[in-house]
């Protein structure tokens, strides 16, 4: 078969093709009829073979430059993303996060379990021996304070107000250091087997209970909970979303059921990081709370109210209905 031959019996396909996607790209898809629409990926699959055939047989080289352009530009138009990144991230939090949540509901529980066992056990371990502290806290995380700390050097940092150039630094310290890094380690060790995720929960929960409890022995238990609770929700719930992530990727790994371990993997890892991007958007909404609200409001009351709004809104966001959220 020669090259002219070959073009004769299916250049009709290529052209109705090229057509097809020229108008694609300068009109968009929803230019197109719905026959046409169900035309092109027949002739995308048309053009693929001819391709195939073309270089099977080493016809001309120009006959195969066009053949894979037209089949590289007819994927892009046919299976291409066909949202722009705005409406991408809108479907994501508006139906794929919550949906990837819901679904992972046990290990996000096993997940808030761990953290909130640390939490009980580093209150109980700090209220039986203060000195104690020292060892759940580190010291950067510590920043000075301390059982040897006195009961109005630990007030201030509750009712420290900033000055206006220092609230952006406040923002970025929370998003390049200890909970954002806690939660993304949750996510990537979970390939270790879920091992350092079980305990980097565990480990950020004893640190917790441990200042909860120097904070309620000196009598500051409301201030202390106004303090962290207006930011520490929507910031906890991430870190546990995300060691929910990595727990997934341990399951994956350790009970692949019909599948083996890399198909289970991706298939998990999907999900997975899905619950991770969410979790990064909740991890800057955290951020700027801590960064400026709670910097800016001296209130107890007002800080309480904004956590217990924060307390009913995530669960009505996680547990509505894709038809009351109106996705498709």
């Not at 299976?79 to 679904?103: E, M, Q």
């Not at 309620?216 to 929910?244: D, K, M, S, Y």
Request: glycine fraction near 8%; proline fraction near 5%.
């Amino acid at each position: 078969m020669n090259s002219v031959s070959f073009r004769r019996e299916r250049e009709a396909t290529w052209v109705e093709l090229e057509l097809l996607v020229a108008r694609i790209e300068k009109e968009g898809l929803p230019a197109l009829p719905p026959d046409d629409v169900g035309r092109l990926p027949v002739l995308y699959r048309a053009t693929l073979s001819s391709l195939s055939v073309a270089r099977a047989i080493s016809l001309d080289a120009n006959l195969l430059a066009y053949l894979e352009a037209l089949a590289a530009r007819a994927y892009v138009v046919t299976y291409g993303v066909k949202r722009s990144p705005v409406d991408a991230a809108v479907r994501l939090l508006r139906h794929d996060f919550p949906a990837a949540v819901r679904a992972a509901r046990m290990k996000v529980a096993l997940s808030a379990l761990l953290l909130a066992l640390g939490v009980v056990t580093g209150g109980m371990l700090t209220t039986r021996d203060p000195s104690r502290f020292y060892a759940l806290v580190s010291e950067s995380s510590a920043q000075g304070r301390g059982p040897s700390s006195s009961t109005e050097e630990l007030r201030n940092v509750l009712y420290h107000r900033p000055s206006a150039a220092s609230l952006l630094s406040a923002f970025a310290m929370f998003l390049f250091t200890h909970n954002a890094l806690v939660g993304m380690t949750c996510f990537a060790t979970g390939f270790a087997a879920g091992v350092p995720t079980i305990l980097l929960l565990f480990q950020n929960g004893l640190m917790l209970g441990a200042f909860a409890a120097l904070y309620t022995e000196r009598g500051l238990a409301l201030e202390f909970w106004a303090w962290i609770l207006p930011h520490g929700i929507t910031e906890l719930l991430a870190v546990v979303l995300c060691g929910a992530a990595g727990l997934a990727l341990a399951d994956a790994l350790l009970h692949p059921g019909r599948h083996t371990r890399r198909r289970a993997l991706a298939l998990q890892g999907r999900a997975a990081a899905v619950i991770v991007i969410g979790s990064v958007a909740m991890f800057l909404l955290a951020g700027l709370v801590e960064g400026i609200f709670r910097q800016v409001v001296q209130g107890v009351h007002l800080r309480l109210l904004v956590a217990l709004l924060s307390a009913v809104a995530w669960p009505l966001y996680f547990l509505r209905s894709p038809e009351a959220a109106g996705t498709p």
